[in-house]
């Protein structure tokens, strides 16, 4: 495979794996499904794992990139994949074996190391976790860097006050990955949960998830008023924009806010207000975070915030169907998780 961390002699590999790869074509970057040569005899670099990989979800940054809409690579040419579900086939270190199931999602993989988006991958061994004990290795992928980052805005959330019965907690963009299992996991939680999309057809496949109730996007009202009506204890929000300038206007006294994404744009141009007078907290949520903490959200994936319904989320698609899935996924055509089955 190509990249800093790549395969590197001496263990017995199949000579070509199949591949989504950006690359720069016709001045602009994009993805296409290709054949990489890999060494006749390959073995993991120094400290390196070698995973086959069974699943490896589709993010919105991975449709960025694969599409070309946003400059996401750091690399040209870059297997694209922020995540990866598998199986060990070598490693270097002595805390992984042939056969061990394990995950990779960040660290800078499909963005400036080969990712996930292919039939075989190598990390360093620092970048690898084990599945945890009581998922399936599916169910891990279907969660994913997305439940991943649900979880730890929860875990965040709760670390700064919120608590079941404080009253409902409001997700934004509800359809997308990271929104729906959200709910999912705070419905898991004991949390009341008020879902926000502009899928008029998705309220019934929102209120399958847990969602207590399910708001049109016409509810977000236009920048305005500082200071609303105050009706969240918590909130999720993956749009951004004047979203989440409504949003800290209408929260509840030193309720937390954590914001993951920017589907409505990444200007924030609300007041600072919420802050000051009501004390609303608004919380950064960056998926990249250390092992240690890693770890312990993981867990709690595993236990209490574990998600209901994953099959209901999480769809499983081709390697070659991958082109087409991000076209749609930026469009804003798809909802829950869409899931590469290797093998």
């Not at 609303?280 to 990249?288: E, K, R, Y």
């Not at 709690?300 to 899935?325: F, H, K, M, S």
Request: proline share 5%; net charge neutral.
């Amino acid at each position: 495979m190509t990249g800093k961390h790549s395969l590197a002699g001496g263990e017995s590999v199949t000579s070509s794996i199949r591949a989504i790869q950006v690359a720069e074509s016709e001045g602009r970057a994009r993805g296409a499904l290709v054949q990489i040569a890999t060494a006749e005899r390959d073995t993991v670099a120094a400290g390196g794992v070698a995973i086959r990989t069974v699943h490896s979800g589709i993010n919105y940054k991975d449709a960025l990139a694969v599409t070309g809409r946003a400059p996401i690579m750091r690399r040209l040419p870059c297997v694209a994949g922020i995540e990866a579900f598998g199986i060990v086939e070598a490693s270097a270190d002595a805390r992984f074996r042939p056969g061990d199931a394990v995950m990779v999602h960040g660290f800078g993989i499909g963005v400036e190391y080969d990712g996930g988006f292919a039939e075989r991958v190598c990390v360093p061994a620092d970048w690898v976790m084990p599945i945890p004990a009581g998922l399936a290795l599916f169910d891990a992928a279907a969660i994913g860097v997305a439940g991943y980052t649900a979880a730890l805005a929860i875990h965040r959330m709760e670390h700064n006050g919120l608590t079941p019965g404080a009253g409902p907690v409001v997700v934004t963009g509800a359809t997308g990955g990271v929104a729906s299992l959200g709910i999912a996991m705070l419905v898991a939680a004991g949390y009341e949960v008020v879902a926000i999309t502009g899928k008029d057809d998705a309220a019934a496949w929102l209120r399958s998830l847990g969602a207590a109730s399910v708001l049109p996007r016409s509810a977000v009202e236009a920048p305005g008023k500082p200071l609303r009506h105050a009706r969240w204890a918590g909130a999720l929000d993956s749009v951004g924009g004047e979203t989440l300038a409504w949003l800290a206007s209408t929260m509840c006294e030193g309720a937390p806010i954590a914001a993951f994404g920017n589907a409505g744009g990444h200007a924030f141009g609300g007041s600072v207000l919420p802050f000051i007078l009501r004390g609303v907290q608004l919380i950064g949520i960056n998926a990249n975070s250390p092992m240690p903490l890693r770890e312990t959200v993981w867990a709690r994936i595993a236990g209490g915030l574990r998600p209901r319904g994953l099959d209901a989320i999480a769809r499983v698609i081709r390697l070659d169907d991958v082109l087409e899935v991000c076209e749609r996924q930026v469009r804003g055509e798809t909802r829950g998780r869409s899931i590469i089955g290797f093998h």
